[in-house]
């Protein structure tokens, strides 16, 4: 059995990891950058190589890019939430600064559903009871 955890690579890992616990609460529970790399290279020291951040109940890992990010729509984020409170606020927090794809609404299938590209790029699918 494996267990999934998203690996986003970023031009400023703390601030959007800040920006993700603000939305979706949680805490960072570790920065590692180039600087503590068993032969540091001083050019890129302050770069983060590993951040552990748990929101909204889920483990996400991210490194700074050590080069030119390309944004890409296909992969999403998928939460999914039990109360609709909990679905529209995350999909607000998420969208602050981005772009809605899909408003948050009620589907045909049950629940509500939204996309939304945050404005770190991350496209996110938000689920949740109505």
Known sequence: MATLKPFLISEDSRAQA???????????????????????NDAIKDKVMHLCLEAAGVTIFMADSLGPLT????????????SAAEGREAFDNLAAGG?????????????MYGQLEDKYGVYWM?????
């Open 18 to 40: 800040d920006f993700y616990v603000g939305a979706l609460g949680g805490t960072i529970n570790s920065v590692m950058t180039h600087a503590q790399a068993p032969e540091p």
């Open 126 to 130: 938000i689920s949740c009871g109505s």
């Open 71 to 82: 944004h890409g729509n296909g992969i999403s984020l998928n939460l999914e939430f039990e």
């Open 99 to 111: 772009k809605v794809i899909d408003p948050l609404e009620p589907v045909f299938w049950g629940g």
